[in-house]
């Protein structure tokens, strides 16, 4: 459990980060909280013989709270979200979501822009930010973009952002109408065996837009664009939520692990999404 030797970097601005990731180009890494990171290096997953962390590096922390937009720096905490209670007013999902993660210790450290940035199916918020239609900023040696989070996951720890890219923050609309991110997980502090985003906006008694992703149940995020059209137009009835998980279930590909064969894992990812569209319509 101890991780090879390694050079430390603190960088103070993006542009000695970009310098020393072009300088070491594959054997370089930013580190964030280091909660994915450092167990990986420990195990040995992980080799990275320069490690640049990113804790003193100016405009990457703030949350941005505007009337129609939100703006996460990618260094914000998993416990800055909680904390938050502009953002938990104009949010909810967010904190909600946020709770359900690990524990209060992981939580200090882990960030957001680590928590999207890896790539890794069992973390939270990227089905999260696919709901939220989330764009994440990611700075390189020619300039700044934004990539949708619908677009961001190719496969398990494969992502769109170039490895001498660095992600500096999350931005998505102020979400409208009623949400809920539901977690079913084996004990406390545990990853998803499934995990559910859902948004619905309401409009007299019914559905007028929905938005779902799923967590853990394939090797990306998935964003079930069938699943919210299959609420649309209907009042959320038995015959809709049931429309809206057999298309869920069309989309998800999971696989045989520690937390259980593939028909267990459907049936937990239909129930999961079931209750977290009653409590979203409920919300909205
Ligand atoms: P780091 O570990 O620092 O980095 C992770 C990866 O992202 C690295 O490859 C790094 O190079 C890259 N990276 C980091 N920041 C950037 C950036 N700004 N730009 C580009 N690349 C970047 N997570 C969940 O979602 N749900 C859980 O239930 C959960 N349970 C956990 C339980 C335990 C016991 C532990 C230790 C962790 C758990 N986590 C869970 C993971 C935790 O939330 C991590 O902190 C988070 O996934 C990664 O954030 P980080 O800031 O620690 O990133």
Not at 39 to 57: E, F, N, S, T, Y
Not at 121 to 145: E, I, K, S, W
Not at 244 to 266: Q, T
Request: glycine share 8%.
């Amino acid at each position: 459990m101890i991780p090879a030797a390694f050079e430390y970097h603190r960088p103070q601005n993006m542009d000695a980060v970009l310098s020393i990731l072009q300088e070491h180009g594959d054997d370089a890494r930013v580190m964030a909280g280091g909660h994915s990171l450092i167990p990986m290096m420990k195990l040995r997953m992980a080799d990275v013989p320069h490690l640049i962390d990113l804790q003193d590096v100016d405009g990457m922390a703030g949350i941005d709270v505007g009337a129609d937009s939100i703006r996460l720096g990618a260094m914000v905490t998993q416990h800055d979200i909680i904390d938050d209670d502009a953002l938990a007013a104009a949010a909810p999902i967010l904190r909600e979501a946020a709770l359900q993660i690990a524990d209060p210790q992981v939580r200090y450290m882990g960030t957001v822009g680590g928590n999207v940035a890896n790539g890794d199916p069992g973390n939270d918020m990227p089905g999260l930010m696919q709901c939220l239609d989330a764009q994440f900023t990611v700075v390189g040696p020619d300039g700044a973009r934004d990539i949708p989070a619908r677009d961001f996951y190719e496969a398990a720890y494969m992502t769109a952002r170039e490895d001498d890219e660095v992600l500096t923050a999350v931005t998505m609309p102020v979400p409208r109408g009623g949400h809920a991110y539901e977690k079913q997980k084996r004990k406390i502090g545990d990853y998803a065996t499934a995990a559910a985003a859902v948004q619905i906006v309401k409009d007299g008694g019914t559905c007028a837009a929905a938005s779902i992703a799923m967590t853990n149940l394939s090797d990306t995020p998935i964003f079930s664009e069938a699943a919210g059209a299959a609420l649309v137009g209907t009042n959320v009835d038995d015959a809709a939520l049931k429309a809206a998980v057999a298309a869920m279930l069309g989309d998800i590909d999971p696989s045989e692990d520690n937390r259980g064969p593939i028909a267990f894992k459907k049936h937990v990812a239909g129930v999961i999404l079931r209750r977290a569209i009653e409590r979203a319509w409920s919300r909205a």
